[in-house]
């Protein structure tokens, strides 16, 4: 068998890595993306217009009807005004804690779920679910797969 040669001297620093021919193909993908960047606007440049100022002579009446709109919209939203909420204890009430402030981040989980009035669950241990809906229309499981 033969012996493998070395790699050549010129250019290849690593066998198979061309820096030379890399580095030119470096700059000419810089090269090109300069030229794409001057030549842009003269191509592409519509695509930055909005699409009211292309066809905004093929409606006339748009811009009227338009102020007409955002009027009757002006109006609308004066006489549909939410009155603010600033007094929150006048439409949220909470119970003072029957019990001190837990002293550990560990006592705090549940420490008020305990009590009846202060519970989560309003609805207590008679509202059961009811099943899927294959159960309450009492199809076959063969229906369902």
């Not at 909005?50 to 007409?68: G, H």
């Not at 019990?99 to 009035?117: C, D, F, H, L, V």
Request: aromatic content about 8%.
């Amino acid at each position: 068998m033969a012996a493998k040669q070395a790699a050549p001297s010129k250019g290849l620093a690593v066998a198979g890595c061309n820096y030379v021919a890399t580095d030119q193909i470096w700059k000419d993908h810089v090269g090109q993306e300069v030229t794409a960047t001057k030549t842009w606007p003269e191509n592409w440049n519509f695509l930055t217009t909005k699409y009211e100022d292309l066809v905004k002579d093929q409606f006339p009446n748009r811009d009227r009807a338009r102020s007409r709109r955002e009027k009757l919209q002006q109006e609308v939203t004066a006489l549909v005004q939410v009155p603010p909420a600033t007094p929150i204890e006048k439409y949220i009430k909470v119970e003072p804690s029957p019990r001190p402030y837990p002293a550990t981040a560990s006592q705090q989980i549940g420490w008020r779920s305990t009590e009846k009035n202060l519970a989560l669950e309003k609805y207590g241990k008679y509202a059961k679910p009811k099943g899927g809906l294959v159960k309450q229309l009492d199809w076959p499981m063969e229906a369902v797969q």
